[in-house]
């Protein structure tokens, strides 16, 4: 069952001097029990798309114009505050890159993870604690009782991030949304943190929109990945498809940039200039300023759909317009594949 | 100069920083007296050569002390004990104004550009700085090495009458990497110089980088936490825990046969894609404070491969394995 669906999310940012473009037509669904790695550099709109689906942009300046957040069935974007709050921190959590910034600094630690069971369940105090003490043994902070005690500034950083994950899992939430959990860490620690997600996705059997920019790390705990380049989903796929290969030129370029530890090549590969950043909704491809497989006017003039190329695998879609031809035969003979994106859409 | 090669199959003799027992303690105050209570140990005890030209890479988790050794030795903090040996010369023991003309042999470069450039000043200035407070060059001669550096980091002349604020991440580092070598140091600092980039900046800067030492001649003393960066640009390694050094490896030979159990965890904690290697060495619990370090070996606290009373008794020094490597453990 589809958890979770983004169709067509447009977010602009709009100030009195400009407006920029985020998120200019995001479309991805988060099936149940399933993780779903968004991948994407800074300025990708990544955030932006997580943010939006936990209502969480000050509006102004941030305007959705156009799309939908369809929650188990219903629209995120059509509910009152009261309703959404009903839904967030309970249904759908999240965790943050920075736990320093995201945990209030004059809080209790029992305080702040009890508070989303206090604010969400009927349930008495001692209860909360009790259950609050258990999440926190369970995302691998051994001395719970102690640590119920302490301010957020006591414990280290790869500790407040376990803090914040107990945060979000302990109302057991149906979609998790983890947004860069492990970028502010090192690597040992990330490995743990790493480790205590796969588990507790497993005890919980919660689905994850799982954000970073790191690739080997999301490849290792997603079932489906999304990349994102400025503003637009350019190609998804599982993740054994996508390790096989990469279709889409921008995500080819992207993986060839990463410096490997097997590797031994003496320059790496780059991708040439620089991320756009739109004052109107884009026309055509958004890389086709940097793609090195630039066709010509179509590239700059017509949009790619997201479809899946003749030769890819099933479900392995992508958004580029040398697969043209391609999309053209699958017009003509269409596979349930095809046909089920059409109805959808 | 002829194209360096790669790694360690570059050979390198003069050396240009000769590092002996460096330690940093910050003091830790405490009581109604504020009075003196204990140390936190940044760096303690830690000797390493540099030779002219080489790459040589320092890794460690946070809190290691790898930051604090850049700074030491570049005297933005001082050292508590130890020598410090430039070409030459001691720079511990240097004054104040010995220490400035020698400044301008070694530079570094910040983890964050952002908070490194003044923003009031625009790319000429910032560019400028070092050269009309280090050197005495004229205005012409300035000017001329300002617009070189510029191309050299692969920026226009247009960009300079700009503010840092107008650039990106990535060029902001490239301006920062232009004013450290406006005085043509012999030796770079590098502290996480790519550690706010994206990966599709991060390999622009390094390839940078490389591209620079070859034209200059440059020494780097690079700092990092991600070993696949220190992998891709070092010609040797030294992998740092609380305050020590755990091994010092040619870059091949640590990747392919680590010798300390800390390094053999480091490294297989590195994701890879497509999920974490299958035999990883799970590490238990985070680096021990350096106010109250563990006895003995520092890392037994931890160690996958502890062997007994040993390890807690007795520090480990570090011994010369095989040709080239060092290590301390009491394994060896």
């Given at each position: 069952m589809t958890l979770l669906e983004l169709k067509n999310l447009h977010v602009r940012f709009k100030t009195r001097a400009e407006t920029v473009y985020a998120v200019n037509g995001v479309n991805f669904q988060v099936e149940e029990n399933q993780v779903l790695g968004v991948i994407g550099e800074s300025g990708c709109g990544k955030s932006v798309t997580a943010l939006s689906i936990m209502g969480l942009l000050p509006s102004?300046?941030?305007?959705?114009?156009?799309?939908?957040?369809?929650?188990?069935g219903t629209n995120l974007l059509d509910l009152s505050e009261k309703e959404l709050n009903r839904i967030r921190g309970n249904e759908i959590a999240m965790i943050y890159q920075d736990p320093m910034e995201a945990l209030n600094p004059s809080l209790k630690i029992g305080f702040q993870v009890m508070e989303p069971l206090l604010t969400h369940r009927d349930i008495s105090k001692a209860d909360a604690?009790?259950?609050a003490i258990k999440i926190l043994n369970e995302c691998g902070l051994a001395d719970a009782e102690r640590i119920m005690g302490q301010y957020p500034h006591s414990l280290s950083g790869g500790m407040q991030q376990r803090v914040m994950i107990a945060m979000a899992l302990i109302t057991e939430p149906s979609l998790l949304i983890a947004d860069e959990p492990t970028t502010a860490l090192d690597v040992t620690i990330q490995a743990q943190i790493m480790d205590l997600l796969d588990n507790l996705r497993n005890d919980f059997n919660t689905s994850m929109v799982f954000i970073t920019h790191d690739i080997p790390v999301v490849s290792g705990i997603s079932d489906r990945i999304a990349v994102m380049y400025a503003g637009k989903v350019v190609e998804t796929a599982t993740v054994e498809q996508f390790m096989e290969n990469q279709l889409h030129p921008y995500t080819q370029s992207l993986m060839k940039s990463i410096p490997k530890i097997g590797d031994t090549a003496e320059e790496l590969p780059i991708i040439e200039g620089v991320v756009p950043t739109f004052d109107q909704n884009p026309k055509g491809c958004v890389f086709a300023s940097r793609c090195p497989e630039y066709l010509g006017p179509e590239c700059d003039n017509e949009t790619p759909r997201l479809s899946v190329p003749t030769d890819a695998a099933q479900g392995h879609e992508t958004a580029c317009h040398i697969y043209a031809d391609e999309y053209l035969e699958t017009v003509s003979k269409p596979t349930d594949q095809t046909i089920a994106q059409t109805e959808e859409k | 100069m002829s194209k360096q090669q790669l790694g360690s199959e570059r050979e390198f003799t003069d050396s240009l920083l000769t590092v002996t027992d460096l330690k940093k303690y910050y003091p830790v105050k405490g009581g109604i007296l504020r009075r003196?209570?204990?140390d936190v140990k940044a760096v303690d005890g830690v000797s390493m050569e540099i030779h002219t030209g080489e790459t040589y890479g320092l890794v460690g988790e946070s809190g290691c002390g790898k930051s604090t050794f850049g700074k030491t030795i570049t005297r933005l903090v001082e050292s508590t004990d130890g020598s410090i040996i430039f070409d030459g010369k001691d720079i511990t023991q240097l004054s104040k104004s010995e220490m400035n003309a020698l400044r301008k042999d070694i530079q570094i470069i910040f983890q964050d550009p952002a908070s490194c450039l003044n923003p009031r000043m625009n790319v000429r200035q910032l560019?400028?700085?070092?050269?009309?407070?280090?050197?005495?060059?004229?205005?012409?001669?300035k000017n001329k090495r300002v617009h070189k550096l510029i191309k050299d980091v692969n920026l226009s002349v247009e960009h300079l009458s700009r503010p840092p604020h107008e650039f990106s991440g990535g060029q902001q580092q490239r301006i920062a990497i232009a004013r450290a070598l406006s005085v043509e140091p012999k030796l770079i600092v590098a502290d996480e110089p790519t550690s706010a980039l994206d990966v599709s900046v991060q390999a622009k800067i390094l390839n940078l980088?490389?591209?620079?030492?070859?034209?200059?001649n440059l020494t780097y003393l690079f700092i990092s936490h991600d070993l696949s960066v220190i992998k891709h640009i070092c010609d040797r390694v030294a992998v740092m825990y609380l305050g020590q050094i755990a091994e010092e490896s040619p870059t091949q030979k640590l990747f392919e046969a680590p010798k300390h159990p800390y390094t053999k965890a480091l490294l297989s904690s590195v994701p890879k894609i497509g999920g974490f290697q299958d035999d990883r060495i799970k590490l238990q619990g985070t680096v021990p404070s350096p106010e109250n370090p563990p006895s003995g070996c520092r890392y037994h606290t931890r160690c996958q491969e502890y062997i007994g009373e040993i390890c807690e008794e007795e520090?480990?020094?570090?011994?010369?394995?095989g040709e080239d490597n060092l290590c301390a453990c009491h394994h060896y």
């Amino acid at each position: 069952m589809t958890l979770l669906e983004l169709k067509n999310l447009h977010v602009r940012f709009k100030t009195r001097a400009e407006t920029v473009y985020a998120v200019n037509g995001v479309n991805f669904q988060v099936e149940e029990n399933q993780v779903l790695g968004v991948i994407g550099e800074s300025g990708c709109g990544k955030s932006v798309t997580a943010l939006s689906i936990m209502g969480l942009l000050p509006s102004p300046p941030a305007d959705i114009h156009q799309g939908e957040i369809l929650y188990k069935g219903t629209n995120l974007l059509d509910l009152s505050e009261k309703e959404l709050n009903r839904i967030r921190g309970n249904e759908i959590a999240m965790i943050y890159q920075d736990p320093m910034e995201a945990l209030n600094p004059s809080l209790k630690i029992g305080f702040q993870v009890m508070e989303p069971l206090l604010t969400h369940r009927d349930i008495s105090k001692a209860d909360a604690r009790e259950r609050a003490i258990k999440i926190l043994n369970e995302c691998g902070l051994a001395d719970a009782e102690r640590i119920m005690g302490q301010y957020p500034h006591s414990l280290s950083g790869g500790m407040q991030q376990r803090v914040m994950i107990a945060m979000a899992l302990i109302t057991e939430p149906s979609l998790l949304i983890a947004d860069e959990p492990t970028t502010a860490l090192d690597v040992t620690i990330q490995a743990q943190i790493m480790d205590l997600l796969d588990n507790l996705r497993n005890d919980f059997n919660t689905s994850m929109v799982f954000i970073t920019h790191d690739i080997p790390v999301v490849s290792g705990i997603s079932d489906r990945i999304a990349v994102m380049y400025a503003g637009k989903v350019v190609e998804t796929a599982t993740v054994e498809q996508f390790m096989e290969n990469q279709l889409h030129p921008y995500t080819q370029s992207l993986m060839k940039s990463i410096p490997k530890i097997g590797d031994t090549a003496e320059e790496l590969p780059i991708i040439e200039g620089v991320v756009p950043t739109f004052d109107q909704n884009p026309k055509g491809c958004v890389f086709a300023s940097r793609c090195p497989e630039y066709l010509g006017p179509e590239c700059d003039n017509e949009t790619p759909r997201l479809s899946v190329p003749t030769d890819a695998a099933q479900g392995h879609e992508t958004a580029c317009h040398i697969y043209a031809d391609e999309y053209l035969e699958t017009v003509s003979k269409p596979t349930d594949q095809t046909i089920a994106q059409t109805e959808e859409k | 100069m002829s194209k360096q090669q790669l790694g360690s199959e570059r050979e390198f003799t003069d050396s240009l920083l000769t590092v002996t027992d460096l330690k940093k303690y910050y003091p830790v105050k405490g009581g109604i007296l504020r009075r003196r209570v204990g140390d936190v140990k940044a760096v303690d005890g830690v000797s390493m050569e540099i030779h002219t030209g080489e790459t040589y890479g320092l890794v460690g988790e946070s809190g290691c002390g790898k930051s604090t050794f850049g700074k030491t030795i570049t005297r933005l903090v001082e050292s508590t004990d130890g020598s410090i040996i430039f070409d030459g010369k001691d720079i511990t023991q240097l004054s104040k104004s010995e220490m400035n003309a020698l400044r301008k042999d070694i530079q570094i470069i910040f983890q964050d550009p952002a908070s490194c450039l003044n923003p009031r000043m625009n790319v000429r200035q910032l560019i400028e700085e070092p050269m009309s407070s280090l050197t005495d060059w004229s205005q012409e001669e300035k000017n001329k090495r300002v617009h070189k550096l510029i191309k050299d980091v692969n920026l226009s002349v247009e960009h300079l009458s700009r503010p840092p604020h107008e650039f990106s991440g990535g060029q902001q580092q490239r301006i920062a990497i232009a004013r450290a070598l406006s005085v043509e140091p012999k030796l770079i600092v590098a502290d996480e110089p790519t550690s706010a980039l994206d990966v599709s900046v991060q390999a622009k800067i390094l390839n940078l980088l490389k591209n620079l030492q070859a034209e200059y001649n440059l020494t780097y003393l690079f700092i990092s936490h991600d070993l696949s960066v220190i992998k891709h640009i070092c010609d040797r390694v030294a992998v740092m825990y609380l305050g020590q050094i755990a091994e010092e490896s040619p870059t091949q030979k640590l990747f392919e046969a680590p010798k300390h159990p800390y390094t053999k965890a480091l490294l297989s904690s590195v994701p890879k894609i497509g999920g974490f290697q299958d035999d990883r060495i799970k590490l238990q619990g985070t680096v021990p404070s350096p106010e109250n370090p563990p006895s003995g070996c520092r890392y037994h606290t931890r160690c996958q491969e502890y062997i007994g009373e040993i390890c807690e008794e007795e520090v480990p020094k570090l011994k010369t394995i095989g040709e080239d490597n060092l290590c301390a453990c009491h394994h060896y």
